[in-house]
């Protein structure tokens, strides 16, 4: 294809600089620490904006009952066509159209066929419930209480499993430039002993035994890629992206270490969100034994009503005002207004239960995840010291077998000791920074504030 004009020529190739460019960025790892992922995951997570409209949704159903207090007001059209002789008679009256005469004229007991259009305006009021529009919008705003500290409690676990993610992704692409320096490592080994080899310095087995751990390591290589990516997509998933966004991570330091006593983690436990979720329901469960009691007190209300009355269907010739005030009382129901109360306590009681169980639950799982945190902290200090007895055994041993006091294959033992010491430290130094995260959100605190 030919471009005929020069500013086409340009055009396109300023499109296609943008489409690359913007390709190119897209490729690009996105930078990310473990604060600012925790902060996107509180914003974007699913689970948060379920518990976003969740709590949007019980703030309404407050306002809904507050507005049963309020004047119900309905505007209805009838259309009556009828030749009941009661109703055509009160019809006829009510549009105002009876004539005495006509009525001496007629026989009452055989109308002929009346059409009437009714335009009727009501309104009601509830003066007295019982106490069943009071209990109902105290439960509410119970409800509405539980529901924001949900909010709460789902930002805090949205925050740890993006940080649980980027913990794990971070380990990934550690363990895969371990491996890739490992690999190097032995790649130079395996020159090294080929040199030797030509010399008559070492066995041609000794440099087999170099080459199969080079493949084993480009082996375990390809594998962590594929773990890299898998871990990739958990993040960007935990974090509402798309699955194909690649990240570069800062690195992760070990935690401080854990100087705050078990007591401590238990006193901040009393405050978790969800428990105090637990709670607001609770209370809100314990106002219905109240509301159902409303069946025993009488209801009052007042009603006013005005209607348009024609023989055609919003017709204004015949027009009436009522105004009634209705008391109503429940004398007998069966038993079932006594039996919802007794219900209504039962569930009360399994509901108290239900929340002592779980404060003695989140107890539990506090102490589980101290000692946890308490055993990864330690588990990473006996690690890094192994590392780095590991580090200076692998120079002592690359430097005895160039001077050619130990062979190929101690050498390669060494590297191999260095790797999984590296390996374990990676391990342990990770899962003590996640382990001190659970430990955050176990004692009702922030994930961020274990950082």
């Given at each position: 294809m030919q471009w005929k004009t020069p500013g086409l020529r340009v055009a396109a190739g300023a499109v296609l600089l943008l489409t690359w460019n913007a390709s190119t960025a897209a490729a690009q790892p996105r930078p990310l620490t473990l604060t600012e992922a925790m902060a996107q995951a509180r914003q974007a997570a699913w689970e948060v904006k379920a518990a976003t409209a969740h709590q949007q949704a019980a703030a309404a159903r407050v306002e809904q009952a507050k507005g049963f207090r309020l004047p119900s007001v309905s505007l209805q059209e009838v259309f009556i066509s009828t030749d009941a002789p009661a109703e055509a008679f009160a019809l006829k009256l009510n549009q105002e159209r009876f004539s005495f005469a006509d009525f001496l004229?007629?026989?009452?007991?055989?109308?002929?066929?009346?059409?009437?259009?009714?335009?009727?305006?009501?309104?009601?009021?509830?003066?007295?419930?019982?106490?069943?529009?009071?209990?109902?919008?105290?439960?509410?705003?119970?409800?509405?209480?539980?529901?924001?500290?949900?909010?709460?409690?789902?930002?805090?676990?949205?925050?740890?499993?993006?940080?649980?993610?980027?913990?794990?992704?971070?380990?990934?692409?550690?363990?895969?430039?371990?491996?890739?320096?490992?690999?190097?490592?032995?790649?130079?080994?395996?020159?090294?002993?080929?040199?030797?080899?030509?010399?008559?310095?070492?066995?041609?087995?000794?440099?087999?035994?170099?080459?199969?751990?080079?493949?084993?390591?480009?082996?375990?290589?390809?594998?962590?890629?594929?773990?890299?990516?898998?871990?990739?997509?958990?993040?960007?998933?935990?974090?509402?992206?798309?699955?194909?966004?690649?990240?570069?991570?800062?690195?992760?330091?070990?935690?401080?270490?854990l100087n705050e006593e078990l007591s401590s983690w238990l006193?901040?436990?009393?405050?978790?969100?969800?428990?105090?979720?637990?709670?607001?329901?609770?209370?809100?469960?314990?106002?219905?034994?109240?509301?159902?009691?409303?069946?025993?007190?009488?209801?009052?209300?007042?009603?006013?009503?005005?209607?348009?009355?024609?023989?055609?269907?919003?017709?204004?010739?015949?027009?009436?005002?009522?105004?009634?005030?209705?008391?109503?009382?429940n004398l007998f129901a069966g038993g079932s207004d006594r039996a919802a109360v007794a219900a209504a306590r039962w569930e009360a009681q399994a509901g108290r239960e239900d929340v002592e169980r779980f404060r003695e639950g989140i107890k539990l799982q506090v102490k589980q995840a101290f000692e946890e945190a308490r055993t990864a902290s330690l588990r990473q200090a006996t690690a890094a010291r192994a590392l780095a007895a590991a580090r200076e055994a692998e120079r002592i041993t690359e430097e005895r077998f160039r001077a050619g006091i130990v062979k190929m294959i101690d050498l390669l033992d060494a590297s191999t000791a260095r790797r999984e010491a590296e390996t374990r430290e990676l391990v342990a130094r990770t899962e003590a920074v996640a382990a001190r995260l659970r430990l955050a959100v176990a004692a009702g605190r922030a994930p961020e504030s274990a950082l």
């Open positions: 004229t007629s026989d009452p007991n055989n109308p002929a066929r009346l059409e009437t259009g009714i335009t009727r305006l009501e309104a009601q009021l509830p003066l007295y419930t019982g106490g069943e529009l009071s209990g109902r919008i105290a439960q509410a705003k119970h409800a509405a209480e539980a529901a924001a500290s949900r909010r709460t409690r789902a930002g805090d676990e949205a925050a740890l499993a993006a940080a649980e993610a980027y913990v794990m992704l971070e380990q990934a692409q550690e363990f895969v430039a371990l491996l890739e320096r490992a690999r190097e490592t032995v790649a130079a080994h395996v020159e090294l002993a080929r040199a030797y080899e030509s010399q008559g310095m070492v066995v041609s087995s000794e440099v087999m035994r170099a080459e199969v751990e080079l493949a084993r390591l480009e082996d375990m290589l390809a594998k962590a890629r594929g773990d890299t990516a898998v871990a990739a997509a958990n993040l960007a998933f935990r974090l509402g992206a798309e699955l194909g966004t690649t990240w570069e991570l800062a690195p992760i330091a070990a935690p401080p270490p006193d901040s436990a009393a405050t978790r969100p969800d428990f105090k979720a637990a709670e607001s329901l609770l209370r809100a469960g314990e106002l219905e034994a109240s509301v159902r009691r409303a069946a025993f007190y009488p209801r009052v209300g007042v009603v006013a009503r005005g209607e348009l009355v024609d023989d055609v269907p919003f017709g204004t010739r015949g027009r009436s005002a009522t105004l009634m005030a209705v008391a109503s009382l």
